[in-house]
């Protein structure tokens, strides 16, 4: 399916945001992650439990008014209990004292953050020591969170934000109400290949004190001449996504105070939900100001009507997939180095994936 | 197609409930029955009429804005009229004085209750004495009936409540807030099998005097100790059950009056609209406290309440199998012998229909 | 695809109306013309221009917020440029100064009257001298406008409505409430082919004085005794028709004033949008009472609401035949002459075009 070779388009064996820890506050989840349900809960211990999230006993998702018992979770239909930790049926209310083996399959779970992370993959290749740390994630000592934004949904193909976020001259036409500025369009690119994705640097010439730098920086730091300017794009995660609008490097060549023009790091978190939709959360974090709080408030207001746009991009784009096919040409250009780099290297891990064969059966042990 | 072998999964040679008489007081009605349109009114003799719902000259729906001419109904589109007796074109306007030998076909109908009863099936295989009396309707004489509910519908195969309506166990969870209670779950079943389905019957002991009873039964009939009583499920017809939520039988061990402690049945009325929705009808009716007309509102309105809960959980599982497909496994216990019996009763039936081959063509004689 | 042999549905060498020009007066305007995406714009110049309406970077559709400059559009997802004479990509921002060698697709375009005429088909067959003239529209000299009806749009497949038009019989039904009168059901017709496809004549009494006459001629020319009047119904374009609701030739014999008792058409512009959906456009044309602005706007209100009947009946018969199947048997009459005659007209049209083999590619030269 395009942009990959086949319908196998799921990279499953990786750490991935299920949910904003937020959004199971008052209950179960039920989630579609990767084609699959899944029943996201807090146990009465405070550990976060991950399940297939279908009753096996008459297909009822157990996240629909399903509610918690220790650390079980009982299915709302005929009151079946599953065990957090192992996933066994633990009580059938029309069958006491019948011994059951039956095992749901659980997923590997941590909570980090804000976030809900499972693994979706093989069990047995889930390393919790691979999960992003709050350092990697720019959340650590030093950085302070906005409010969080309500999480998003998007009906298209999850590589579109994908491809989206690795070419980031779209600001200047998509974002020009609301985020854009001429120069990102024409800078220069380096690309770093890392471990787990890239880092994708344009350096440029910021514009003269504007709008953005005030509204971040403070009227107090207002800076005359020419600043120079990066901005990055790194990968986390397979679907974790990092990026920041500029940052100051140097203003008339001279190096800036990081204190006072710090780095706000924009959170783009994508989790696939089916073929054609994904999950979309995010948030921001600063390393300045950290006491602003209605600095916090404005970035995370500017940054919902962004994305707002972004998913009105790729949602259009999606629909124009379903109706008229795959494009029968792209027009590939310079600035889509990094977009196409991060197709090959996700095609590669595909194919290696489906090399090693099917993961185990879903609901059964 | 899930639960049943393959996609035969219509039993058409039986009697359904099309429609309740009040759908059509007010003029035809259009409504797909099995995967095939029908059209329902009253000729102005008074006597029902069902026919193919579509006006062979240009498809057009004749039970939208269709118009009844004595026992005929007139097409909106062309004006084409077709006898409710026989289905012959009466009249063409376009084409007055033009002999026509087509019959559209015409279902065997019956009025009986509050329902219209259709024949889907092959029409000479239709016996109008196989309509369930009032009696096995539990409509007959002593029993008085609640006001009809609005006509339901949902987006699920109709096996999905077909279940549900053979396992009540789920009382206890699915409508914890509506109408359950928790000894349901937990009684002991006895089924015995009948010519057109099976009689379900669970024996518990009653909680002590509850908020059901006292509704049903009335304050001044409050009774102390412990009541031994039954729930009752039962085949009236392949889409027509009946079933009690509770229906005293005694009291520390001595029979009650059943002119104070009646009984309540629900009428759970299914008709297979296409493979994935139905059409579901339904009211109540006692035999006791006739005059009680709080009772029979508070009734509906109780089980109105019930029935979106029901609604809601198989429209749920639909979505599961419609987006992950069959459940690999099916865990069944002690409750499910009621549904299993009937899964194999029906596919039973459902191969003896499909070896007597294709029925009649549908649009023309 | 019914009612024709197969899924070749759409007759791609004509001029076919994209769009009303007032549509296109705040900006371009993405519209799917016979399944292909086409956006319309007017450049600086005031000339109108159509092209392919996905940008080849990345799909994205031209017509969303896109741009004018000049007479090229700007793309408004990373702000790719196009020359809407010859398609060609004429600013890259990200990639400034690269050659490009690519061009989109241009469509021929010509404005007329108040219409956006483009020749979905092989541009090399484009003979704009074909376009049909004011005088053919009964817009030229002596003709006056009413005011334009909004666009409207159909989810039906575009036979149904042609086909509608071709058998005016369904007026004495289908608009009872709005437009019919008896007389044309049962009116005598002739057909006279034409090169483009047929005029359909309709000679009948004309009720005596009535409603219309005294909304179209006016409370002072009523007269008396028997009108003989005629519905005409031409082809002016493969999807474009005008129709009388009634012309009258003669009283008690007399010949009349055409000044007085003039001509009034009904413009029924019908564009395939996919296999499945038609946009529908309108307006209304007299050659009397030209200063009477009451009598246009009252006709504009009298036809948007026998359209919305139409629309009505063309989605519910096109549900039956996606829920059902294309009919079994259709019952043709006398008034269907028109219709099938058009049908066969099309089919041929369509088997002469496929022989011609397939048009050039879409988005590349």
Redesign the interface.
Known sequence: MYPFRDENVFLRNAWYVAAMAQEIADGPLQR?IM???VVLYRGESGRMRAMHG?C??????LG?HGTVEGEAI???????VFDGENGK?VD?????N?P?R?CQKIYPVVERGPWVWIWPGDPDLADPGKVPTLDQMKMGDGFVTSPMMEPMHANARYMLIL?NLM?L??I???HSMTAGFDEI??ASIEIEETEGGMIVTRRMDAAAWGKYHEAVFGEENRFEGKAQSDNEAMTVAPGYFLNTSQTIRSIDGKPVDPRVYGEVWFHHVVTPE?KTSFHYFGTQTRNFRLDADALGEGLRHADTRVRAEDI??VE??ER??V??GP??????????TAAGKLRRLMQRALDAEAAMGEPK????A
Chains 1, 2, 3 share one sequence.
């Open positions: 579609t084609d699959k349900p279908l096996p006993h008459r297909n009822y998702p629909l009982r299915c709302n239909y005929h009151g079946f049926v059938i209310p029309s069958a006491a019948t059951m039956f491809e070419d001259t779209h200047s036409f998509l369009a024409s089916t009105e991009a259009a784009i124009q997939l109706q008229f494009p029968p040409v792209e027009l590939a250009v310079r600035s889509d059966a879903e609901a059964i």
